[in-house]
């Protein structure tokens, strides 16, 4: 029903930055979270960052301090703003909203560090 879209990866160099954006395909405003994984090569799918409906945020100890989780419900769209990039944040990045029995998940965009 509810359509995530992903996009914003790319490859950059080690300590480059990079936007990804979540474009959902209707209002954002009544998920109760959204939030964005990442899934390395050969690695399991990990949350980095989440976002709840009341505004509070929270990070993965690995990329703290270096990205940053937002939104604007108006374009029903979620951020994420990575800084500092380092090669070990080469994965696939997921975005998913979640309601109280549903969650939604997109396609994954690839963000590939390398010098």
């Known amino acids: 029903q509810v359509q995530l879209v992903e996009s914003g990866g790319g490859l950059v160099e080690p300590g480059g930055s990079l936007r990804l954006s979540c474009a959902a395909s209707s209002s954002i405003v009544t998920f109760y979270r959204m939030a964005w994984y990442r899934q390395g090569p050969g690695k399991q799918r990990d949350l980095v960052a989440m976002?709840?409906?009341?505004?509070?945020?929270s990070y993965a100890d690995s990329v703290k301090g270096r990205f940053t989780i937002s939104r604007d419900n108006a374009r029903n769209t979620l951020y994420l703003q990575m800084n500092s990039l380092k090669p070990e944040d080469t994965a696939v990045y997921y975005c998913?909203?979640?309601?109280?029995?549903?969650?939604?998940w997109g396609q994954g965009t690839q963000v590939t560090v390398s010098s």
């Open positions: 976002l709840t409906n009341s505004g509070s945020t």
């Open positions: 998913t909203a979640n309601e109280v029995l549903t969650s939604y």
